[in-house]
């Protein structure tokens, strides 16, 4: 009797599920950002991961943390083509410094060149700027991964103060995971750990730069200002797109 073949299947569920971010919360509860970090890592528990920095103000901690665990995890830099000359230094400085797998993403040509042709569409629909020159890229590029780690922080803005460490990322239907191991970080805690690792701080933070993003869309914080305040100043946006503000946590 001939045995019965066993249909082939492709899996197109999503990576992971909103049980899957509880589970993980829950799993590394009370838990040193070190130890869950490297248990992440170094256990596979999110599969193939990526970090996507932007080798910003506070970027060399999240960077530094994670090459202790493994150097060979991708770092993502989106070259937007409007950072600052210092960023691009200090990205330049941190991945020699810490042995970095970066990997520069750039915005399609032809999508700029019938887009943003002048270059100026930051001035009048950042929305558009930020989706040409960090959305589009970026979500092309994570397409190849299970999971990415981000260096939001709660502090640094009310729409970022109660997310979790593991959430499922709603950017589409893929499922992946994205990991904040910086949330329940304090400034303090930030500024502790660059002087204990001697890690270089981002020349532009000592002129007032808390938060660094593209030159066009980026001022000086005045004191006593949100941290995030100098982004997009004077427009009604307070995220690339890259990160959706108000989405729910998954504790």
């Known amino acids: 009797m001939n045995a019965v073949r066993a249909i082939d299947r ?19 509860r009370g838990t040193e950002t070190e130890e869950w970090l490297r248990a992440v890592i170094e ?7 990526a970090v996507v920095s932007s080798f910003g103000a506070e970027s060399a901690v999240l960077l530094h943390l994670i090459a202790q665990v493994d150097p060979t995890v991708p770092v993502l830099f989106l070259e ?24 520069d993403l750039y915005p399609e ?12 569409r930051w001035s009048y629909d950042p929305d558009g700027c930020c989706e040409l ?3 589009k890229p970026l979500a092309t590029a994570l397409a190849g991964f299970d999971a990415s780690f981000t260096g939001r922080k709660a502090f640094q803005s009310a729409t970022r103060a109660s997310l979790p460490r593991f959430e499922v ?5 893929q ?25 270089p701080r981002h020349p532009l933070v000592e002129r007032g730069f808390p938060s660094i993003g593209c030159s066009p ?12 305040a100098g982004r997009w100043s004077g427009w009604d946006k307070v995220e690339c797109g890259i990160h959706k503000p108000g989405e729910e946590p998954f504790l």
């Open 133 to 135: 020159r960090k959305v």
């Open 43 to 49: 256990g596979c528990l999110a599969g193939d991961t």
């Open 217 to 228: 869309c980026t001022r000086q914080v005045s004191a006593g200002e949100d941290p995030r």
């Open 175 to 199: 499922g992946r995971l994205k990991i904040n191991p910086l949330i329940d970080w304090s400034a303090e805690d930030i500024a502790a750990y660059f002087e204990r690792h001697d890690l």
């Open 169 to 173: 990322d709603s950017s589409d239907a």
């Open 80 to 103: 937007t083509g409007k950072h600052f000359p210092e960023t691009l230094a200090y990205r330049d400085e941190l991945t020699d410094r810490l042995g970095l797998n970066r990997v």
């Open 10 to 28: 492709i899996d197109t569920g999503p990576r992971f599920t909103e049980q899957d971010a509880i589970r993980l919360n829950r799993m590394f």
């Open 109 to 120: 040509i032809a999508d700029l060149e019938a887009r943003d042709e002048s270059g100026l």
